[in-house]
Nanobody, 122 residues
Framework: VQLQASGGGLVQAGGSLRLSCGAS????????VGWFRQAPGKAREFVAS????????YYADSVKGRFTISRDNAKNTVYLQMNSLKPEDTAVYYC????????????????WGQGTQVTVSS
């Protein structure tokens, strides 16, 4: 499975962005997808995840109520709608896929995209 993350950019605080994670290759398997982020000098952290069916969604406390994860399996794409962005959301955002329900742990993901930069100015 190959993943391609896109949609990052520069936005002012309070603004919105929508990230996309497109999958190609062996997409017939039922993968959960997670979004993670890594800011300079900081460890990678979980942001949000979604099960293959979309029935289960998980969010980090820091983004709950501001970010929404969704997926369109017909398009092999997972989205992360980010609203009310804050400077502390600045990071490289990665999407990852793994068999399962969409874990908070990066160890449960087998495939990773290349990352997309999100920069939020104050």
């Amino acid at each position: 499975v190959q993943l391609q993350a896109s949609g990052g950019g520069l936005v002012q605080a309070g603004g919105s962005l929508r990230l996309s994670c497109g999958a190609s290759g062996r997409t017939s398997s039922r993968y959960g997808v997670g979004w993670f982020r890594q800011a300079p000098g900081k460890a990678r952290e979980f942001v949000a995840s979604i099960s293959w069916s979309g029935s289960m969604k998980y969010y980090a406390d820091s983004v709950k109520g501001r970010f929404t994860i969704s997926r369109d399996n017909a398009k092999n794409t997972v989205y992360l709608q980010m609203n009310s962005l804050k400077p502390e959301d600045t990071a490289v955002y990665y999407c990852a896929a793994g068999l399962g329900f969409g874990s908070r742990s990066a160890d449960h993901y087998d495939y990773w995209g290349q990352g997309t930069q999100v920069t939020v100015s104050s």
